[in-house]
């Protein structure tokens, strides 16, 4: 087929419909579903509702349910960071990386529906798909990321990202609404096992994932360059990251928007990921049923999220991406402040509204602004990515090390969201720091490293 030219309409589509392929993992797996199935698993309760135990055995030590899931997704992160420069610099010297963007996103499908054996008598097995899937997603993205300057203009990416994760959000939500369907109405689907719809969504996902990214396969480009794979490309891929780091360091814009974007994503993933968690534990639901609430919660953060990622393309456009960028912290640390005093499902609901509005547009707006800083005619776009995705994949081990740090010594899960106000502040200062301007810096040589 012949490559459609950069800027071409059907070729940001293709890109952006990755998002609507991929984004079934961060929500049926992250956020909504494997949550809540782990925690059923794991949590021990009476005939009254009351919790007897929240251990679980594994590799003979006792473990505390929420510590052992929380010590696996970090170490998943740990990998992931240390692999996505290791991987891009790889790819963008020998012009495949399309073909990586392939083969971390069958890795996480498969290990998604791998989470269908999921259980205590072999929880190495599910503790393994959930570490593989989570390293498939996260890597697959460091390469899908890379593709935005490729295929879209500098006056195109802000759409171009914010229509990715609209995509993303409407595909996700569709897919889990229709898993809640077959798990809270599974007798309709014919089972007789209440468990089974469940583990079936799992399986959904990974299929989800690997079909509808096929579009997105099609029409990519395979890469920027046809070096030729040899044994001394993973010494020119670690020459490339020397080579990349040395130009951030020449721009002081970049440089500062990286460092300012390290700290405020921190909080932003913290927050994410822990999210379902609070709401299990600190509010009252009363004769409410909590899964459906938590799910309904999510939900409208994917829903609302769609508008955020919009509306945060449009004002950045008017006033500018890194102002956009600082009022949004703005409105995340008043978040924060909200969130410790929250108790009733109907305040978690005004909390989960506030949390999508300004999570669409935090994220798409923090890509696309990323993007338009990198040096004209960059041709290593996976290698600048690489250094983006690895500055928020540690944000997240710190983040998360931080959350159960203060609530372990304060006892108090609320402590810990008060206290992620602090990265919120940190970044505006540090986002007011960043230059509006910078000279556009082109590759140097090779041989200048």
Same mark, same amino acid.
Not at 340 to 351: G, H, L, N, R
């Given at each position: 087929?012949?490559?459609?030219?950069?800027?071409?309409?059907?070729?940001?589509h293709?890109?952006a419909?990755y998002?609507?392929? %991929?984004?079934?993992?961060?929500?049926?797996?992250s956020?909504?579903?494997?949550?809540i199935?782990y925690? /059923? +698993?794991?949590?021990?309760k *009476?005939?009254?509702? %009351?919790?007897?135990?929240d251990?679980?055995?594994?590799?003979g030590?006792?473990?505390?349910? *929420? !510590?052992?899931?929380?010590?696996?997704? &970090?170490?998943a992160f740990?990998?992931?960071?240390?692999?996505?420069?290791?991987?891009?610099?790889? $790819?963008?010297?020998?012009?495949?990386?399309k %073909?990586?963007?392939?083969?971390?996103?069958?890795?996480?499908?498969?290990?998604?529906?791998?989470?269908? #054996?999921?259980?205590?008598?072999?929880?190495?097995?599910?503790?393994l798909?959930y570490?593989?899937? +989570?390293?498939?997603? #996260?890597?697959?993205?460091?390469?899908?990321?890379?593709?935005?300057?490729?295929?879209?203009?500098?006056?195109?990416? *802000?759409? &171009?990202?914010?229509?990715?994760f609209?995509l993303?959000?409407?595909?996700?939500?569709?897919?889990?609404?229709?898993?809640?369907? =077959?798990?809270l109405k599974?007798?309709?689907?014919?089972?007789?096992?209440?468990?089974?719809?469940?583990?079936?969504s799992f399986?959904?996902?990974?299929?989800?994932?690997?079909?509808?990214?096929?579009?997105?396969y099609?029409?990519?480009?395979?890469? %920027?360059k046809?070096?030729?794979?040899?044994?001394?490309?993973?010494?020119?891929?670690?020459?490339?990251?020397?080579?990349?780091?040395?130009k951030?360091?020449?721009?002081k814009?970049?440089k500062?928007?990286?460092?300012?974007?390290?700290?405020?994503?921190?909080?932003v993933? !913290?927050?994410? +990921?822990?999210?379902?968690?609070?709401?299990?534990?600190e509010?009252?639901w009363?004769?409410?049923?909590?899964t459906?609430?938590?799910?309904?919660?999510?939900?409208?953060?994917?829903?609302?999220a769609?508008?955020? &990622?919009?509306?945060?393309?449009?004002?950045a456009?008017?006033?500018?991406?890194?102002?956009?960028?600082?009022?949004?912290?703005l409105?995340?640390? /008043?978040?924060?402040g909200y969130?410790?005093?929250?108790?009733?499902?109907?305040?978690?609901?005004? /909390?989960? /509204?506030s949390?999508g509005?300004?999570?669409?547009?935090?994220?798409?707006?923090?890509?696309?602004?990323?993007?338009?800083?990198?040096?004209?005619? $960059?041709?290593?776009t996976?290698?600048?990515?690489?250094?983006?995705?690895?500055a928020?994949?540690?944000?997240?081990?710190?983040? =998360?090390? =931080?959350?159960?740090?203060? &609530?372990?010594? !304060?006892?108090?899960?609320?402590?810990?969201?008060?206290?992620?106000?602090?990265?919120?502040?940190?970044?505006?200062f540090?986002?007011?720091?960043v230059?509006?301007?910078?000279p556009k810096?082109?590759?140097?040589?090779? *041989?200048?490293?």
């Open positions: 087929m012949k490559q459609l030219p950069k800027g071409s309409r059907k070729l940001i293709a890109w419909f998002d609507w392929a %991929n984004s079934v993992y961060s929500l049926v797996i956020s909504a579903i494997f949550p199935f925690g /059923a +698993l794991t949590i021990v *009476d005939s009254e509702g %009351n919790m007897i135990s251990t679980v055995n594994f590799l030590f006792e473990w505390n349910n *929420d !510590t052992l899931i929380s010590y696996v997704t &970090a170490a740990l990998v992931v960071s240390f692999l996505s420069p290791f991987l891009s610099g790889i $790819a963008d010297y020998v012009g495949n990386k %073909n990586f963007l392939k083969f971390f996103c069958y890795l996480g499908a498969v290990s998604c529906i791998g989470l269908f #054996w999921f259980n205590l008598e072999d929880l190495w097995f599910g503790l798909c570490f593989l899937a +989570l390293i498939g997603f #996260w890597s697959s993205l460091v390469f899908y990321n890379s593709y935005l300057p490729d295929i879209a203009f500098n006056d195109q990416q *802000d759409k &171009a990202s914010a229509k990715g609209s993303g959000y409407l595909g996700s939500v569709i897919l889990l609404v229709l898993c809640l369907i =077959m798990i599974y007798e309709w689907f014919g089972f007789e096992d209440e468990g089974l719809p469940t583990r079936l399986v959904l996902t990974g299929i989800w994932w690997i079909a509808f990214s096929q579009y997105t099609y029409y990519l480009p395979k890469g %920027n046809k070096a030729r794979l040899t044994k001394n490309v993973l010494f020119n891929g670690f020459k490339e990251l020397k080579g990349i780091w040395f951030i360091n020449q721009n814009q970049l500062r928007y990286l460092v300012a974007f390290f700290v405020y994503s921190m909080a993933q !913290t927050i994410m +990921l822990i999210a379902t968690y609070f709401g299990i534990e509010l009252e009363g004769e409410q049923d909590a459906t609430g938590l799910i309904i919660s999510i939900l409208l953060i994917q829903l609302v769609v508008l955020g &990622a919009f509306l945060t393309s449009r004002l456009i008017k006033y500018g991406d890194v102002k956009i960028l600082i009022f949004i912290n409105i995340w640390i /008043a978040i924060c969130a410790y005093f929250i108790t009733t499902p109907q305040q978690f609901y005004v /909390a989960a /509204a949390v509005l300004v999570m669409g547009g935090i994220q798409s707006l923090s890509r696309s602004t990323y993007s338009k800083m990198l040096p004209e005619n $960059a041709v290593d996976a290698s600048y990515f690489s250094f983006y995705d690895v928020e994949k540690i944000g997240i081990v710190i983040g =998360m090390f =931080m959350y159960g740090l203060v &609530a372990q010594i !304060t006892g108090s899960i609320r402590s810990s969201i008060l206290f992620l106000v602090v990265f919120f502040i940190a970044g505006v540090l986002l007011m720091r230059p509006k301007k910078h810096i082109k590759n140097l040589p090779e *041989d200048r490293f």
